[in-house]
C-alpha cells in the first residue's frame, strides 16, 4: 500500500493518461469490472481522454505525492450512455482506483466530484454499469442514491463464464 492519505482531485489533463491507463490495464487483467480482453494502449486512451473532453464530458483524478512524484491514485469520468440526440442529458459514469489507494475515501470523493459537475453541466440521469460481484461498486453507487434499475442476465462473457450486469441510475 502506498503510505499516503493527503490526496486532491482535480480535473484530469492529458498528461495523466498513461498513470489513468495503467489503473485501468490493471483491472481488465485481474477482474470482470472492465469487458476488455486485453490491456488499452496509450494511443487508444489518448483517444478516449480526447473525446471524452471534446464530447462535454468531466475526466477528474485524485492526486498524491509520492516521493516527491505526482502519482494518480485514481480517476472518475462521465461519457456518452447512447449516442442518439434524445440520450444527450443522460451519461454513463466509470470510477477506478488504483488498487494500492483503495479504501481510503478516493472512490466516495471522485463519484462526489463527478456528480457535483454533472449537474453543473445539465445532466438529467446518470447510468452505472456494474458487473456481477462487484460489492464495492455496488455500496459506493448505493449511498449516492443509485437505484438498481435492473440486472442483465449473462450481458458479458469474460475469463471463460457468463456475467449478469446490474444497471444503475441517478437522478440528478
Ligand atoms: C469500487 C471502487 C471505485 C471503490 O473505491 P474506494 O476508493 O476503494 O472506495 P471508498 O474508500 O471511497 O469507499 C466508499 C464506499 O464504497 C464501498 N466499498 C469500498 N470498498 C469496498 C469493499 N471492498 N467491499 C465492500 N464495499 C466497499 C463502501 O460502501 C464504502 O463506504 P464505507 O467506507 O462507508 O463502507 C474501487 O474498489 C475500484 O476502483 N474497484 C475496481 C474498479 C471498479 O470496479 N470500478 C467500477 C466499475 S462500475
Redesign the pocket.
Known sequence: MVETNSYTIRPAVEADVAQIND?VNY?IGV?V??FNYGPRSYEDGLAWFNSTITGGYPIFV?TTLVNGEEVV??Y?SLGSFRQKDGYRFTAE???????E???????????SDLLAEAKTRKFHAII????EG??????????FGFRVVGVMKDNGYKFDRWIDNTFVELIL
Request: aromatic letters at 4%.
Open positions: 489503473i483491472e477482474s469490472n472492465n485524485a491514485g485514481g472518475s459514469y466509470s470510477i477506478y482506483i488504483h488498487h489507494h483503495r479504501k481510503r475515501g478516493l472512490g466516495r470523493r471522485l463519484l452505472g454499469s456494474i458487473s462487484n460489492e464495492a461498486s455496488l455500496r459506493l453507487a448505493d449511498q
